[in-house]
């Protein structure tokens, strides 16, 4: 059923902005007046807390309690208080949807089966700041399983599922996150992971680049004993780089967005199948004979496109790169300029990486009840901010729902204030996730145990051959046969027959 519709308007004079300047990047974080200070229904704007892989049910959506986890006095049946979420009454129920996502992760079941003896993480203590739901809870509890000490934050303010943060804090990890988080509580949460007597960092597991930041920028002798940071999305990357460009970088990072097993599955066959849900869920819309125009040819633009054309669609794309762009063309798609198509489309969907591609322009222009949304990089794509101005009115639908009313009457249909869609107000599929996650465990486990010397103070890409084992993990799910080269072969092209099998520069 729909909330009771709530309608506000936001007046920029009254906001507040904060800024924070990381390596030649200004991030800014808005938020919202608000007079509930740090309650669950925070409406803080946060761009680096966007991506997130989250669920648009959560049995904590609809509680009356408003009392903030900051608040609050819990504690597990250990008798531990080394955390911080919603309700750690809700573990039973967080512990049943770990036990399902466990059935789709299988390469994360067997590197924890093959691994476990070894203890390969032993003396690790990681740090992590992802989002945490079912799947990356898997991943935790074999990060623990293989020898680790961990403490998390979630990257996300939206993302969390409460229930599985209890879940995991009643089997005895320090986690610190729930959802609807505001500015302050998602720094705080950084810090009580980071921050703690006795117990210090040496991996960081980072998704956004927030707790790598925030190390940097609070406990920079922290440094002297991490021995590596594994960075998952495109915005972290981007931040590596540009420390590594200046020469601030100060320890080896494993660039794992750009790895094949993240490129190629993640981004294209994740996003091919999610995008549908989180339209579906949060605006109930038929698919057939809408006009759609996609912002972005990459992995993520392709995985939506084929969704949405296979649904009846009209599907339009805009590129900047002729290449992307010529296989938008012999896919099948009208490649298109925004403005010419702006005004008669029903969805617009941004996934670029590109900050500002849908300006107040755009969407003064658009027609009544164009729905807007993002896939892509932050919540930087979609101008939100321009939305918020005192001749605008806001007014909230359901959970991630608002319709932005100009003052003729045209509204806008606005999911996720901008954020991912997908990560936002829906799920993703589990068995996609396992592959990603399988190469942020065995990423941790290469730099952890790599001899000095090996990693250097820079930004690497995983090894061709680690790649080719998180795929490898996978297939026995399909009862797939790999056909093996004979040595006659191996030698004709040069290869070992057990892999690598393409060289670096191959695309796939």
Known sequence: MLSNKKKYIVNRKSGIK???QFADQKQEFNKRPTKIGRRSLSRSISQSSTDSYSSAASYTDSSDDETSPRDKQQKNSKGSSDFCVKNIKQAEFGRREIEIAEQEMPALMALRKRAQGEK???????VGCTHITAQTAVLMETLGALGAQCRWAACNIYSTLNEVAAALAESGFPVFAWKGESEDDFWWCIDRCVNVEGWQPNMILDDGGDLTHWIYKKYPNMFKKIKGIVEESVTGVHRLYQLSKAGKL????????DSVTKQKFDNLYCCRESILDGLKRTTDMMFG???????GYGEVGKGCCAALKAMGSIVYVTEIDPICALQACMDGFRLVKLNEVIRQVDIVITCTGNKNVVTREHLDRMKNSCIVCNMGHSNTEIDVASLRTPELTWERVRSQVDHVIWP?????????EGRLLNLSCSTVPTFVLSITATTQALALIELYNAPEGRYKQDVYLLPKKMDE??????LPTFDAHLTELTDEQAKYLGLNKNGPFKPNYYRY
Request: overall charge positive; hydrophobic content about 50%; aromatic content about 2%.
């Open 250 to 257: 100060c320890v080896p990072a494993m660039n794992v967005n």
């Open 18 to 20: 904060a800024q924070i």
């Open 120 to 126: 390969p993480l032993a003396g690790a203590k990681i």
């Open 469 to 474: 084992y998180v795929a490898s993990l996978h």
């Open 408 to 416: 003729d009457g045209k509204r806008i249909v606005l999911l996720a």
């Open 289 to 295: 004979g809408k006009q759609v125009v996609v912002c």
